[in-house]
């Protein structure tokens, strides 16, 4: 193959993938994007007012952060495949009074509310007709904190119906649900997905429930976070025909939106990678307005906010995801903006401000601030510092699963199963 | 013995990274000094393995962050850069070397070269004196063991009760010892004293324990009445008569003049006085330069008139006819020192066949040669070494008695062999007495060692030009059981011969780079690396290293004198062993 790639040819041939990208679809975002301008500009974009390095708060606060990892191949014996899931949960504490920002509160205090740190667990299924979907529900049921399926479900509804369904009741006799009502009774059959579940999806699926696990744990717990800052996006995947989301984990994190409620706590999902459109040109744009060094924050409204959604993202369905409100922000000049979700039902009442946008944006100063403050550690400087370190305490690395490759031979050797497969398929080639 | 790894010692942290040179521990404790050494537990496979790392260096480091210098950048840059939780992420990157490890296996400690790694993870143990030391005795038995005393295994600035010995059965390979003045040679040299007194004590009632026999020069006049406050005199006057009877003989203590002795050494004391015809040419070859005229002169006189050859040369007075014109006078101006010298003596009673009798009985004999000058100290020790090395060398050529005294009448001046001919039967003899008994074989008998103290001036490369009794000790001592242990202050200087044949140095804190590193190269085991540790070695710190031991032993050779005086009961046996019947009673 890699003569092929060395040779002009092959140049020619990405030169034309790139020129059509831009041809057709930089172009049309173009135009899209000429739309939005002003408004971004005028309305959206801001910057963050940072507080002092020195700074004292009137109240220190404590940020909680989880972060899960695993991996989908431990093992595979014949057609069993054995997961590997990790998660970690890491509490700070402002203590600007001692000047030691972003203490990490006592190992031991954590352990004793959430149990051991970080978690590992594993999960397994063969390739029996069935098998993956009920192995599934069955390690989602261990792994998640609340048991009653009818209570997993019904923070979706509320939140999702503006509160006209409130109750398991409602849900019976409302018209669009009523008929699945019996299909909400169990996790396996919130397993609604349509699509084959693939190992990749099993795993993901797992994962994610792995770190809701988590975030639930912290925010029935004693330790009382101001913020719960979760990695990745709140998105939620509904099912096309029924409208409720297709796995157990959308459920699930309506379940953990309406704790934090409850609790007075902020959740917001960061994501270092994702998909928003021009977000090269927003952070253009705050560097011509505000300087190169600026921080900033950029809201990306939907439908149904005032002024309506932008077209730069009009046709991306997921943008911005169900329940959710997405921001765009950088607080360093080396990073790609990142972004960041919030409960949208939080933030309505909480940021929003019907008819005031000067209040509004008051509000969205104050948690932008609060978000750069925890985001200053030389380590990941312009990422919340809690996320860094919930990253690199629950990350199963290359080391590590070598090492739990071995102890796994081990295993089956002492077991008598030395016959099994235990490693890795082959390796030798991948065809 | 059971392992329990609680037990073992402090828990110090876990291994972060790792490999032959370097360890990464995770844990907070960051006091931890240059020379210390740490166990790590390993337990794969359902074999427990302890790893030892011994401490070469420090340095502090930040656990997951690979790019400290992109990190100090974001530092200076951003103005409000903070970093959480550092203190506790601070890790603590330990240089050092894996020495090893220990296994058990069938119910034994064996101790393995490094060529093996501990698990990521595993716990890293810090042995603590009054916990650790029963677990680390047995898992280091194997690098420990043996009869002669040296001191007791160190760990950082305290040493632990596990004590480090020799095994009788290499000291004819010969040890060194080297370290700079004051460094605790002489305080060594006594313990070792002592440490083989002891050995002889307990050969007494276990026959399976070696007999030492140790002819210990004494340059300073310190052994017996020792550095501080007490000395070799101290053992001699803490034992009951018997034992004192049995173990040291009737003397211990050799000297020039017993008149300048104090009293009660005295008591114990002989002069040294060896006649001239038990002095052979070859003795004299190996101590000075002669002429090849000189020397075959010498060879003629002595070929006429046999062991008196001395004495002839001496009163002649010209050049007998066929001799080149000036060899005479030459020859004699040579001797001169013999015929002032109060130990070299035409007439009298040698003090050489009381050194043979003790030398094949197991005793220790000090010999202060303070009085003495060099050319007579290299003289004196050469000429019991080569006659000890004949004796055994005879007995070691022959089947039976008829056989051994034919060979030593050829090696021997025959008057000194006519006096001892009797003694060395009964002690070689395996049984009878007739000239068809068997004989025993020489490692069957007391190790001979033979101490080179000030070895510089003797051992050194210019007067070991020719055939040298040392260097012939060094190659074939072995075989007669007969050792040197050779005192200095410096590596540097002495003989290849003699170095390249040592398996046993004590290496102790030395003078400068060059000695260090000619101790480094010396060593029977790999030592590269612990430079920075013999620069920062106090008085009494050791490293030995054995051909025969895979770990360099780091040991703090106690105070004589304590030792002394934790043992002084000990050397009144009979009664203590009462009481202790009593109690088993
Ligand atoms: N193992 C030891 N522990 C403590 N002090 C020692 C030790 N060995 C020697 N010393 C002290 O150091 C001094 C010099 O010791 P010495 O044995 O005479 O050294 P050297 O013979 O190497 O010159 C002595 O006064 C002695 O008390
Ligand atoms: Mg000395």
Redesign the interface.
Known sequence: MLEKILTKGFRRILEATFNDIKNQQDRRDEEEFAKDEIRIKEELLDTVDPYSSDVVLDEDFVVAAVDGSGNSNLVTLDDIRVHLLSSSTILLNTNSTNGQYFEPLEREKIEAELGEQPYLDSHWHSGVRGDAQEKLAQSLENIYPLKDVAEIVMPFFRDFTNGSINSTSDLGKSIEYGKYVKDLKEVKKLISRQQLLTNPIVHDELRTVTELAAARKVLESNLNPKYLLIDGALSVFLHFIRKYPSMPSGFMLRDVCTIARKKGVTVAAVSKNHTIPFAHRIAKMARDNFGDHSKWFCQLPSAEDPGGGLHIYEDRTYIPPTLAVPYLFSFSRDNRPSRVDFDRIWWKDKILVHGDSQATRENEKALFRDLEFMSRDARWYGYPVALGLAHITCKLSYEDMRLAKEIVDDILRAMNQEGRKASALREDYNL | MTLNKDELGEHYGKVGVGNQNMLGIMGNNRDVSVGEIFMIYSC???HERIFFFRVLGLQNYIR??DDLSR?AG??MV????????IE?NMLLSVDGKMLGYAEEREGEWKFHSPRRLP??LADVIRPVRGQSDPYVREMLKSQTDGEVYIGDLQIGEESLDVPVTIPAKFLPMHVGIFGSTGSGKSNLMMVLVKAMIDTNMKAQKDPDVPKISAFCIDPHDEFALGVDKYGIQDIVEAMDAGTRKTVLGDFYYLTTHLAATQREVRRYGKEIRILWNEITPRDLFSIMDFTSQMASFIEAVRGQHGENWISEIVNMSEDPDGTPAGTLRGVQRRLRFLTRSPIFVESGTSVLDDIFEAMETGRILVVNTSLMSNREQFLLTTIATRTLSDLRRALKSSGNLGDFERQAKLRLPPSFFSRVRAKARTFYSKSGNDDQSPVKDPRNLPVIQITVEEAPSILNPDLMRGESVFKDISRQGRKFNIGLLVVSQQVSVLDNVILSQMNTEINLRLGNEREIRACIENASVNITGFENEFRVMSRGEAIVTASYRELPLPVKIPLYDKVFERDKASYKATRTKKKQEKHVI
Request: charged letters at 30%.
């Open positions: 794969r496979d359902g997951q962050v990190i974001t530092m951003e103005s409000d850069a903070y970093l959480s939780g506790r698990d990521h």
